[in-house]
């Protein structure tokens, strides 16, 4: 492969099948508020940071035992397996990076066997009383749609020569997947591509991304977007 690929994917709702953050909180918290906090957070009325403090304040004390029955029953995407074995095959670098927690990201990666990842989350603890403590190791006040700055990662892990992929789906990743070059989305991440006129490709499952991944590897020349190299230069220029 004469190109570099670095590949970004966020995992709740892209790489497992549901929004493990919101089924969670929709299970052990009332509905309602868990309802009136996530509306604000969309309508960037508070920051991501803010929405999950609120979230597992209202959540109160938990049963641990029930709480890891419920991530257990979570499912990903399987054809996620294709693109891990691709990625491996091929050398290409793969980084999940989610606005969610670490406590259900390894548990649920760990029942699939998939390991070795390198994975960026915010993280959590249960404590003695099953209080639910958050915490965000990457927080970048700039990103406020995601606790976790998951641009910082992109950034971070890329130079110049590399051909940066964004796999996602959510609120999260709005601001995220406008520094890569490549960015393939769904739900309502592809609406946010649609209004901002950002090129995107649409796909169903982990299938479509590896099929046209492979396209893009054998092109004689791959064109960056402009639009995201100047994003990323502004980054740079601050530093």
């Known amino acids: 492969m004469s190109f570099v690929f670095k590949i970004f994917v966020d995992f709740d709702g892209t790489i497992s099948k549901v929004d493990v953050g919101d089924s969670i909180f929709r299970k052990f918290a009332d509905k309602e508020k868990v309802d009136g906090i996530i509306t604000k957070l969309l309508n960037d009325e508070i920051s991501a940071k803010q929405s999950w403090s609120s979230l597992c304040d209202i959540a109160g004390n938990i049963n641990k035992d029930e709480f890891d029955r419920f ?23 793969l980084f999940v990076l989610s606005d969610g927690f670490d406590y259900y990201i390894n548990r649920i990666l760990e029942k699939e066997n998939i390991r070795s990842l390198i994975i960026y989350s915010n993280k959590l603890t249960i404590n003695a009383s099953g209080k639910l403590i958050p915490e965000f190791p990457y927080l970048d006040e700039g990103c406020t749609s995601s606790a976790n700055c998951k641009r910082n990662h992109i950034i971070n892990h890329s130079s110049d020569e590399d051909y940066t992929i964004f796999i996602g789906d959510g609120n999260s990743d709005k601001f995220t997947a406008e520094f890569c070059d490549f960015i393939f989305a769904k739900d309502d991440l592809l609406k946010y591509c649609e209004r901002e006129r950002i090129t995107y490709f649409p796909f169903k499952d982990f299938h479509d991304i590896v ?29």
Do not use: G, T
């Open 211 to 239: 099929i046209k991944v492979k396209q893009l590897a054998s092109k004689k020349r791959l064109k960056k977007r402009h639009q995201a190299e100047l994003k990323r230069r502004e980054v740079y220029m601050m530093e």
């Open 71 to 93: 991530i257990n029953s979570i499912e990903i995407d399987k054809s996620f397996h294709e693109l891990v074995d691709y990625s491996k095959v091929n050398n290409i670098e």
